[in-house]
């Protein structure tokens, strides 16, 4: 209780100790995998104070301030720091506190564009115009030159041969097969042409 009894002529000694308490910072990542993305949040590379972290484990820290950071994965967006940390990462903590920096992402859409190129030559003078052929994307009606919005993966762009028309192929960013691959924010496009 800190009470000390002395007598006559008595010397004593009362030492009180204390030990300072464990400062703590948690890295936390959230990934926003709206757009058919898939990255977990490790996969970001986490650093505190340039040391490797992992999302949602407290790391004991000193007193003072520390930069939390990731490595950019290809795909997604940085939309920045929140929680208990600067708009540039930085946390600062004194003895006993534990605080929270969390960092987020997002992932990029992806795109493909399906283009109709229709060789008319003046022999025989064929009239037909891209969107004659009822162009597809993994099986879905598109429309020539338009951009459409996908889930990374892998997509057959097809078409409804036209009467008088010979396919001469693909090409662009697909395959003989008329198969493109996307990644997340990535933007492709499959040209099919026909004379």
């Given at each position: 209780?800190?009470?000390?009894?002395?007598?006559l002529g008595?010397n004593?000694?009362?030492?009180?100790t204390?030990?300072?308490?464990?400062?703590?910072?948690t890295?936390?990542k959230?990934?926003?995998n709206?757009?058919?993305?898939s990255a977990?949040p490790?996969?970001?590379?986490?650093?505190?104070?340039g040391?490797?972290t992992?999302?949602?484990?407290a790391?004991?820290?000193?007193?003072?301030t520390?930069?939390?950071?990731?490595?950019?994965?290809?795909?997604?967006?940085?939309?920045?720091?929140?929680?208990?940390?600067?708009?540039?990462?930085?946390?600062?903590?004194a003895?006993g506190e534990?605080?929270t920096?969390?960092?987020?992402?997002?992932d990029q859409?992806?795109y493909i564009?399906?283009?109709?190129?229709?060789?008319?030559?003046?022999?025989p003078g064929?009239?037909a115009?891209?969107?004659?052929?009822?162009?597809?994307?993994?099986?879905?009606?598109?429309?020539?030159?338009?951009p459409?919005?996908v889930d990374?993966?892998?997509?057959?762009?097809?078409?409804?041969?036209?009467?008088?028309?010979?396919?001469?192929?693909?090409?662009?960013d697909?395959?003989?097969?008329g198969?493109?691959t996307?990644?997340?924010?990535?933007?492709?496009?499959c040209t099919l042409?026909?004379?």
């Open positions: 209780n800190g009470d000390t009894t002395v007598a008595e004593k000694t009362c030492t009180l204390n030990n300072d308490q464990q400062a703590t910072i890295v936390v959230v990934v926003k709206d757009s058919g993305g977990a490790d996969d970001f590379n986490l650093t505190l104070g040391n490797a992992t999302s949602g484990v790391v004991p820290v000193n007193p003072g520390h930069k939390a950071a990731e490595t950019l994965l290809p795909g997604y967006t940085f939309e920045g720091f929140s929680g208990d940390c600067d708009s540039n990462g930085d946390t600062t903590v003895l534990n605080k920096c969390t960092l987020t992402n997002d859409q992806a564009t399906v283009i109709k190129v229709v060789n008319n030559g003046s022999n064929g009239s115009a891209p969107d004659d052929f009822s162009l597809t994307l993994g099986g879905n009606a598109t429309t020539s030159g338009v459409v919005p990374p993966g892998t997509y057959t762009a097809a078409e409804t041969l036209v009467d008088g028309y010979a396919f001469d192929g693909f090409s662009g697909c395959d003989s097969n198969d493109t996307v990644a997340a924010g990535e933007s492709k496009s042409t026909n004379t």
